[in-house]
C-alpha cells in the first residue's frame, strides 16, 4: 500500500467540478488486484450537506483528486461514500474509489469543464490559457 497528501478535492456535479476546500486528506492506493483506493477527506462542516445526500443515494459519483503538489494534475476517480463522522466543526468522510481514466490529462479535463460551462471561441482560449497558468503556480 501506498500513502499519499491531499490537497485538493472537486466533486463533479452536473457535469462542472466543484472545488471543495480541504483540512486535510489522504489518499491510500491498496494495490490490489481490483485497483481501490482509500480516500480520506477531513472538511469544514458547511459542506456537510452535500455528501449527506450523496451517502443516503449510496451510489458512485466522481471526483478528482490532486495529490501531493498543487501543480499536479487531478486524479478522476468513480468514488463511494463509506462514511462520515461528524465533529464540532468538521467533518470526516471516507471514500472508496477507482481510478475513472488511467492516463490523466488535465488539459482535456480543464477543457471539457469549460465547454461544459457554456465557454466557446475567443473566450474558451482565453479561459483556457488563464487556468492553465493559474495550475502551474
Do not use: C
Amino acid at each position: 500500500m501506498k500513502t499519499f497528501k491531499i490537497v485538493a478535492l472537486q466533486i463533479i456535479e452536473k457535469h462542472k467540478a466543484v472545488d471543495i476546500p480541504l483540512t486535510d486528506g489522504l489518499i491510500i492506493n491498496k494495490e490490489n488486484r481490483d485497483g481501490v483506493w482509500i480516500i480520506e477527506a477531513y472538511i469544514d462542516k458547511q459542506y456537510l450537506e452535500v455528501f449527506q445526500s450523496k451517502f443516503a443515494e449510496r451510489l458512485s459519483f466522481e471526483i478528482r483528486v490532486i495529490i501531493t503538489h498543487a501543480a499536479n494534475d487531478p486524479a478522476p476517480f468513480t468514488a463511494k461514500i463509506i462514511s462520515i463522522n461528524e465533529f464540532e466543526r468538521h467533518f470526516s468522510i471516507l471514500f472508496e474509489g477507482k481510478l475513472s481514466r488511467r492516463r490523466n490529462q488535465y488539459p482535456e479535463l480543464l477543457l471539457d469543464d469549460l465547454i461544459k460551462e457554456g465557454f466557446s471561441g475567443d473566450h474558451l482560449m482565453a479561459e483556457f490559457k488563464k487556468r492553465m497558468k493559474a495550475k502551474q503556480t
